[in-house]
């Protein structure tokens, strides 16, 4: 029983990469390189303590939304 589960769960996540739309690969490229590199978000040294004085939350939207459309650009290229 255990390995029909597993069978399962196989076929189920290979169709479910299958469906991905460019839209969410490139939704997940962005996350990655958002969290990877800290895109945005500035370089307000603070201690952790208080407001930072970096970037304001609409600047940062505005910067993630750009690199969310750089991102769908380069998923929408052909490979050569």
Do not use: H, W
Request: charged share 25%; glycine share 14%.
């Amino acid at each position: 029983m255990a390995e029909e589960t597993k069978s399962l769960n196989a076929a189920d996540s290979g169709e479910s990469k299958a469906k991905f739309s460019g839209e969410e690969v490139a939704l997940e490229l962005m996350k990655f390189i958002a969290v990877t590199t800290g895109y945005g978000r500035g370089s307000g040294g603070s201690t952790g303590f208080g407001k930072s004085g970096g970037r304001s939350e609409e600047v940062y939207a505005e910067s993630l939304l750009e690199l969310f459309q750089r991102c769908r650009q380069a998923v929408a290229k052909p490979l050569v």
